[in-house]
């Protein structure tokens, strides 16, 4: 990037002056107390982003059967909205009151109440008590978490089970609230035959939005899974939107959760999810959930009576932290390098914008900086554009993360149509001005050449994107 001129940096904008945005953040785990969250709420509003996911902690909420206490989860909320976020709610886990099972689990995660009328009940009466207490401040209720894994469903998945449980959740949900609008799948896999079963049972009727998540060090894998969902809910519902509920990768390679056997750092951490990010905003996603807020514990598999079952940390945080004797998440919750990459794409991509073609040709030429050609493989890249007029193109060579640092050069030639140009890291925000023996004109197209790429996102603005 030394051959360009630096002139500026990205805007950061805070959350409680963005209207609309497409990026969100997990804030899960307060069912279970996994951190603090009034550490934390500065430092998410900061990002620019709207959309938070919470977990409703049904469990934490009724302790005693038909009695409900939101006092908890209502501080939560009014902290998350007066900074201008938009919280959106996974309704989970169990209940030991109602489900022996849940007794056993730390936090009863993964043990639904569908095995009696008792249990069945006492969910539906919480949901439609939750959805009631929350009218007009939430409005996207989302079923359980990853019930096509056995971490969630533990007692064995079976996707008919889980249809049937989002349909009387649904019910519930419109119940308490008719304009609540309803999430289910909630998968963390790609199993055709699974998510087949599911919506046999007629849950297609009953739902708004299909979420999913999707832990990969490889971008690429976004495309063909959004293609082959959406494939799925036009069969069955084609009203029916699609939310990227969980993506992520750890900053250690010793922690525990989704991908942790790679060697992970915080560079690494945070080219995913500067890649993931991007590549979902290219997609037809209502908006993406980046997992997570500030590391914390796994705690998905433990047991009640084996505290070290349940120190299972994960690092995928953007903030970092220290764990306390009962595996609590402590400390200054400082932010990675991934915070500053989502908070520098959250405010470029805030408001209105689409998916676009723009007029861009890339070009192979020769290019003294590498001695070589120009890169012309594994280039991702899109086009998007805002009402102002103003548009933009993001690039970058999808090498591979765990093995690769990248950078090469590009040759573009564009039709810029008297728009300034400049070129946006959106790993630092940095701008910069390209130097004109860098660019060639012919009559109105212009030709960029042996500009940088890198292997990860770099965003070739037309105006005041």
């Known amino acids: 990037m030394e051959r360009l001129i630096e002139c500026g940096k990205v805007e950061i904008k805070n959350s409680s002056v963005v209207k609309k945005s497409r990026i969100g953040l997990g804030f899960e785990k307060l069912d279970r107390g996994a951190f603090h969250p009034e550490k934390a709420y500065d430092k998410v509003a900061a990002l620019g982003l ?67 009328k008792d249990e069945i009940e006492g969910w539906c009466n919480y949901v439609t008590a939750l959805t009631n207490h929350y009218k007009g401040k939430i409005e996207l209720y989302e079923v359980w978490n990853e019930p096509d894994g056995i971490w969630a469903w533990k007692h064995g998945v079976n996707a008919t089970e889980y249809g049937n449980f989002a349909i ?49 060090w490889n971008e690429y894998d976004v495309f063909g899974r959004v293609n082959a969902l959406r494939a799925v809910c036009n069969h069955y519902n084609p009203k029916i939107k699609l939310i990227q509920g969980e993506s992520g990768a750890p900053s250690r390679s010793d922690g525990r959760g989704a991908l942790r056997r790679g060697a992970w750092t915080p560079t690494r951490q945070a080219k995913l999810c500067a890649r993931h990010t991007m590549v979902d905003l290219m997609t037809e996603v209502e908006f993406t959930s980046y997992f997570t807020t500030v590391d914390m514990a796994e705690a998905l598999r433990g047991t009640v009576d084996d505290k070290s079952s349940y120190m299972d940390f994960g690092y995928f945080g953007i903030l970092s932290a220290d764990f306390d004797e009962n595996g609590i998440a402590v400390g200054e919750y400082k932010p990675k390098p991934s915070y500053i990459a989502l908070q520098t794409i959250s405010s470029v991509f805030s408001e209105e914008f689409e998916v676009c073609s723009l007029p861009i040709n890339i070009r192979h030429e020769h290019s003294e900086r590498v ?35 990248f950078e090469s050069t590009i040759t573009l030639e564009v039709l810029p149509f008297g728009k300034q140009l400049r070129i946006v890291d959106l790993m630092d925000g940095k701008i910069y001005e390209i130097p004109e023996d860098m660019i060639e004109k012919n009559e109105g197209a212009v030709k960029l050449k042996n500009i940088p790429i890198k292997d990860t996102p770099l965003l070739l603005t037309f105006g005041d994107f």
């Open 50 to 116: 709207k959309w938070i996911r919470l977990q409703s902690g049904w469990q934490r909420t009724e302790k005693v059967k038909g009695e409900y206490d939101f006092s908890w989860l209502d501080d939560v909320l009014d902290n998350l909205i007066s900074r201008g976020l938009i919280p959106w709610m996974c309704l989970a886990y169990g209940n030991g009151l109602y489900t022996e099972d849940a007794r056993k689990y730390y936090g009863a995660a993964g043990c639904p109440p569908i095995n009696s």
């Open 371 to 405: 001695f070589a050609e120009d890169v012309r493989e594994r280039i991702i890249s899109c086009g998007f554009k805002r009402e102002n007029g103003a548009s933009a193109f993001v690039y970058w060579h999808s090498a591979d993360l765990m093995t690769t640092d």
């Open 168 to 216: 009387s959740t649904a019910k519930a949900v419109k119940k308490g609230d008719a304009d609540a609008k309803v999430v289910a799948g909630v998968t963390s896999g790609d199993d055709l035959a699974y998510m087949d079963d599911m919506f046999k049972t007629g849950m297609g009727d009953y739902i708004d939005y299909f979420s999913y998540h999707n832990y990969t």
